[in-house]
C-alpha cells in the first residue's frame, strides 16, 4: 500500500487573493513541492488530491490547507499522479488547478531547464531584448501534433517561439535566516554576467563606523516609470510594504529635468497614472508623492497595464524625453489576467528595457517572458512582501549600472519605425468556436503575404508542455482537441516565412467546464438514509459524491462513494440520526472531475414512540405503556420523577411496550417521559404528567365473635404494602378511648377489655411505607342482646330456589336460624336452615316449582332467642309455553314450544289416544322442537311437553293431533278446543262418495 507523508507549510499571509497557476518543485527523491496562487476573495481553505493513475485501484491523498503551499513525501518516481487543488468555501468546493506529473518527468524537465539556462546565457549578448526568443532549443522533446494532410518544411523545426516550459522553477532570493554568503555568491554571479561602471561602495569592516548609503552619481538622464500591481491579491498591509520598497528605489537616483525621472501608474483591472515623469522636478516631492499614493484594488490585467505605459507614461506630454532611455520596472505578485507577453514585446521593440520583479505568487515563467534580455539579470522573485527590501540594494546597482550604460544610446519613439512586423507580418484576427471542455477551433486571417506553414503552440496556464500543430501556409483553422477542462490556454499561431518567421498572433481561451450533474436533490428517507438523485450528465463515465456531516456548521471528514454512470438514484446509508449532512456530487470523465454541485440536507430524527399511556394507577405504583414510533425498536428508556425534578429515577425495557413501576408516592404527581432506544442512540422523549392516587383504606370491617370480655374483629386488606394497621375502640357510653396496632400482614385482631351491653366505636386505618395513613373505616357494635334481624328480602328466585337476605341487629348474634314453609300445599311441613351470626344472607334450594313460600329469620343470642323478621318469595314456573304442531303427515308429527330459562331439558311424550301406546323421548335444554315418527295414520294422539330441573319436572302441557289419512279416504276437519288444560279436537266425518 502506498503511504504518503505530508507536511503543510503555511505561509505568513495577511489574506487570500488573487488567482494563478500551479507550480511543482522536486525536492528529494520521493519529496515533492506544490505551490498554486491563491483564489480572490475570501476562502475557507484548500483541499489537494493526489491520485494515483493505475488500472489497480491504490490509496488516493485528501488533505487540506489554508495556504497556497504544500509538501507530499513517500511518492513513487515512477507512478503517475493526478493532482487536482480545490477551492472550499462554507459546502462548496470549486476546481482552481490540477495537473498529471510523474516525479521522473519532473526531474527530467528541471535538467532541460538548466541546460536552456546555460546555453542562452551563453548565446545572448547584452542590452535590451527583443523580446522574441529563439526557442528551437526550448521545443526539443515537446510533442508535435500533426494534423493528416500537414504541409512540410524542413524549416519548421527551426522556427522560433516563446513559450515558457511546462514547468518553472523560480529563482528566488533566499529568506531572512538563509546564509549571507549566498546572497553575495548571488550578487557577485550577476555582477559578472554584465560589466558596468557602477562605482562600487566600500565593503563595512568589523569595528568600523557603518558605510554611506549607496547613492547612483551617473550623469546619465534616463525615464523610469514604475508599474506597481495594485489588486486585491497585494493586500493593505503589504502595499505598505510596497511603498517602502519604492521609496527605497527613488532615493539613491540624482532627480530632476536633466537626470532621472520617475512616474509611477498603479494598475488592477484598469490602470490608473499616479504621477507622470515631469510631474515632479525634486526628490523630496517624488518621496513624499510615493509614501501618499492610496491603494487602488481590483483583478490583474498587466496586458493592459503595460500598453497604457506605452500609450499614455511615453507621450512628450508626460514628460518623456525622445533621445533618453526608457527603463520599465514592473512589480506583481500574481499571473495576468490578459496578455501581458503580448503588450511587453511592444514596448521592448520600441526600445524600453523592462525589469519584472515578482512576489510571493507571482509566475515567474510569465516574468521571464515579460521582462527585457537578460533575463537573469532583469527578472527577479521573492517569497513574500517582506523581503523586498533585502532586493532594494541590488535593483538599484543593476538599475544604475545599465542607465549608465545606455546614456548615450537612443531608444525608438512608440510608433512601428522598424517593426518587423511590416516584412513578415503576423496573422490577425484571432477567434475561436466550437468551444467545449474537451476542444476549441481557432480561425484567424492569414497575411497579405505569402506565408510557407503555420506554426500552432499552445499551452495551458497551469504548466504543461507546450505543444504545436504545424499547418500549410493557406490554413486559416485548426481545431484543437484533448484540451483539459475548464481551463486558461495561452495560443500562439506563428507565420513561417521563406527565409524567417514573423511575429505570433496570440490569444488566450479558456475551455468550458465538464458537464455537471443537475438538479440534485438530496432527501431523507429515514433516521440513517438519504436519498440522492439527479439528471445524468452526458458523457460522464462514473459519480463520485462525498458527504459528511455539518458539526456546527463545519463539514466533518468526508467520505467518498463512487458510483457507475447509469446510476441516478442512490441511498446513502449509515448516517447519523437528525443531523445535516453536506453532499457534494462530481460527475467523473475517466479520471476528470467536473465542477461540484452541492447540497444540504437533514436525516429525520429516531422515531420516538407516538403515545403513551397509564392504563393502570395506584397509590405506589402505576403502569406505563406505549405505541413505538418504528417496528424494529430494540428497547426503550422509562424516566420518571416528581414534578420538583427530584429523586430521578430510569428503567431500562426490552421486548415490551409497557412497564410497572413501583415505590411511589401516595398523592404525588410524577413526570414521566418515555424514549426510544436504537443503536444509534436515544430518540426524543414524549411526555406526560400522573398523580398517583391516595392510599387505600381497609375494607369490610366486621365483628365475628364475642365471647366473654373479647370481641374478634376482621376486615379485608387495603393494599398488599400495607406496613401496620392501627385498631381503635371506645364505648359509647363513656370511657377510655383503647387502641391496637397490629402487622400489615395481618387481617384481624383481638379486642380485649369489652363489657356486656354497651354499644361500641371501632375504627381501623392502614399505615403506609411513604409515612401516608389512609382514612379510618368505622362500625358500631352492640353487646346488647335481644334485637332481631330486619329488612327480610328474597331475590334472585329460580323454579327452584330463593336467596334470602337481612339487615342484623346493631348487637352480636350467634346465629339466624331461618324456617320457611310452603303456602300452596295442603299438607307441606317447615323447613329450617341454621345461619353464622356474622352471615347476611342465605340461599334456600330445593324448592317446588311455582310454589309461594313463607320465610321467618329469627335471631339466636348467647343466652336467648331475639327478634324475628319475615318475608314471602315464589319460585318460579317449569311450565312450558305455545306447544303446537309444526308438521304432520299419516306416519309423523312435529311439534314446537317456547323455551323455559335455567332448565336441564325436556320430556316430551306422545300418547295414542285409541290404543293408549306410548312413546317417550328426553331432548337438551337448548331444543325448542322435536318430531315423532313411526305412527299409525289417522290417529288421534296427545302429545306432552314436561320441562326438567334436577330432580324436578315441570306440569304437563298438551295438545290433541290426529296424523293425516290414508290415501282415498275423505278428508277430516278439526276444530280445536281446551278441555282440562289440554286441546281436544271436536273430529266430524262427513259422508261422501268416492267416485
Known sequence: MLCFLLSVFLLLSPGVYGQGRLKLTVLSEDRLQMKWKEADGPVQGYKVRVKPISEVPQPELMLTTTRGRATVAGLDSSQEYALQVLVLNGTTERLLAKRRFTMEGLRDEEMIRSGSREQKKKMLPGGSGSGDLDVTEALIGLPTVLYPDPTTNPAAAAIPTTEPPAIETPSQLPDEGENKEEQGTTQGKAAKEKPRKTPTPTQPVTGMSPRKPFECETDAAADIVLLVDGSWSIGRTNFRRVRDFLEGLMTPFNIGPDHIQIGLTQYSGDPRTEWHLNNFTTKEQLLEAVRNFRYKGGNTFTGQALLHVMEENMRPEAG????????????????????????????????????????????????????????????????????????????????????????????????????????????????????????????????????????????????????????????????????????????????????????????????????????????????????????????????????????????????????????????????????????TLYALYEDDPSDPVTAVAATFPLPPPMSVEFPMVTHSMLKVSWVPGAGDVPSHRVTYSTNHGSDIKQVEVTGLNSVVVQNLSSLSRYLVSVQSKYPQGLSAALTSNVTTLKVPSPSDLRVTNF??????????????????????????????????????????????????????????????????????????????????????????????????????????????????????????????????????????????????????????????????GSAQGKTTSLRVSSVSVVRSDQSSICVSWRPVSAVDGYRIVIQSVKDKQTKEEAVAESSSSHCFTGLEPETLYRISVHSLLGSAEGAAVSILHPTATAPARLPIHRRMYPIHNEVCPEVTIRNSIVK
Open 707 to 868: 365471647s366473654d370480655s373479647d370481641i374478634t374483629v376482621r376486615w379485608q386488606a387495603g393494599a398488599d404494602d400495607v406496613v401496620s394497621y392501627l385498631i381503635k375502640w371506645i364505648s359509647l357510653s363513656g370511657g377510655d378511648l383503647r387502641q391496637l396496632r397490629v402487622s400489615g400482614e395481618s387481617e384481624g385482631a383481638i379486642l380485649e377489655g369489652v363489657e356486656d351491653d354497651k354499644e361500641y366505636q371501632i375504627s381501623l386505618s392502614a399505615l403506609y411505607g411513604d409515612g401516608a395513613q389512609s382514612e379510618a373505616v368505622a362500625i358500631r357494635y352492640s353487646t346488647l342482646s335481644g334485637g332481631g334481624p330486619s329488612s327480610i328480602s328474597v331475590t334472585e328466585e329460580t323454579a327452584v330456589s330463593m336467596v334470602v337476605s337481612w339487615v342484623p341487629p346493631n348487637a352480636h348474634v350467634l346465629k339466624y336460624r331461618v324456617t320457611y314453609t310452603a303456602l300452596t300445599a295442603p299438607e307441606s311441613q317447615d323447613s329450617t336452615v341454621l345461619v353464622p351470626g356474622d352471615e347476611k344472607r342465605v340461599v334456600l334450594e330445593s324448592l317446588q316449582p311455582d310454589t309461594r313460600y313463607s320465610i321467618l329469620v329469627t335471631a339466636e343470642y348467647r343466652n336467648r332467642e331475639g327478634g324475628s
Open 320 to 583: 518623456a524625453r525622445s533621445a533618453t532611455p526608457f527603463f520599465l520596472v514592473l512589480l506583481t505578485d500574481g499571473k495576468s489576467q490578459d496578455d501581458a507577453i503580448a503588450a511587453a514585446d511592444r514596448l521592448k521593440n520600441a526600445g524600453v528595457e523592462i525589469i519584472a520583479v515578482g512576489v510571493k505568487n507571482a509566475d515567474e515563467a510569465e516574468l521571464r517572458q515579460v521582462a527585457s534580455e537578460p533575463v537573469d539579470l532583469n527578472v527577479y522573485n521573492v517569497n513574500d512582501f517582506p523581503l523586498l527590501s533585502k532586493l532594494v540594494s541590488r535593483l538599484v546597482h543593476i538599475l544604475c549600472g545599465r542607465i549608465e550604460d545606455r546614456g548615450i544610446s537612443k531608444r525608438m519613439e512608440p510608433g512601428p519605425t522598424v517593426d518587423p512586423a511590416l516584412s513578415y507580418p503576423s496573422p490577425s484576427d484571432l477567434r475561436f468556436s466550437q468551444l467545449g471542455s474537451r476542444e476549441v477551433k481557432l480561425h484567424w486571417t492569414n497575411p497579405a503575404e505569402a506565408v510557407q506553414q503555420f506554426r500552432v503552440v499552445y499551452h495551458s496556464a497551469e504548466g504543461q508542455r507546450p505543444q504545436e500543430v504545424v499547418l500549410g501556409g493557406s490554413e486559416s483553422t485548426v481545431l484543437l482537441e484533448g484540451l483539459s477542462s475548464q481551463t486558461l490556454y495561452h495560443v500562439s499561431i506563428f507565420p513561417v516565412y521563406e527565409n524567417n518567421v514573423g511575429l505570433a498572433l496570440r490569444g488566450t481561451v479558456t475551455t468550458l467546464p465538464l458537464a455537471t450533474p443537475a438538479n440534485l436533490e438530496v432527501t431523507p428517507s429515514s433516521y440513517s438514509t438519504l436519498q440522492v438523485s439527479w439528471g445524468a450528465a452526458p458523457g460522464a463515465t462514473q459519480y463520485m459524491i462525498l458527504y459528511s456531516a455539518l458539526s456546527h456548521g463545519e463539514p466533518d471528514d468526508a467520505k467518498e462513494e463512487k458510483f457507475s454512470a447509469e446510476q441516478t438514484v442512490v441511498e446513502l446509508t449509515g448516517l447519523l440520526p437528525a443531523t445535516d449532512y453536506s453532499v
